[in-house]
């Protein structure tokens, strides 16, 4: 188990201290310092069926200073590019577990992992 976290979020660490609090002891990937490739968010997207638009966090002060527009046209592969280059963007948290993930928004949508 992976958890895609940022200590400085309220629902990344309510997510975490759930996850905790239930005996999992997951590896935790401060993803502003670490932040995960293109590759794995592409994978990550696939598990949750969402497109990387789903993931940007598109009220960041961030977002409105690159001039970006979730309507922009964009491949998925440039939106993935840009979650690398700008990781603040990333919705977090993400927890991933065997093949699935789920967004911790709220911290109970990742519990549907531990069953």
């Known amino acids: 188990m992976k958890i895609y976290h ?3 979020c309220s629902k990344s660490r309510e997510t975490l201290a759930l996850l905790t609090e239930r005996g999992q002891k997951p590896e ?3 993803y502003l310092k670490t932040p995960p490739s ?3 968010l592409d994978q990550i997207c696939q598990m949750l069926n969402l497109e990387p638009t789903a993931l940007i966090r ?3 002060d961030q977002f409105k ?3 970006l527009s979730l309507k922009d046209q964009r491949s998925r592969q440039e939106w993935l590019e ?3 280059d700008n990781p603040a963007l990333l ?3 993400i927890v991933v577990k065997d093949g699935k993930a789920a967004l911790g928004r709220p911290p109970e949508n990742v519990l549907a992992l531990l069953a």
Do not use: H, Q
Request: glycine share 4%; hydrophobic share 45%; charged share 35%.
């Open 91 to 93: 919705e977090r948290p």
């Open 58 to 60: 598109s009220k960041e």
């Open 82 to 84: 840009l979650l690398v």
């Open 65 to 67: 200073a690159l001039g």
């Open 28 to 30: 935790v990937i401060e």
């Open 38 to 40: 293109a590759a794995e």
């Open 6 to 8: 940022n200590p400085r």
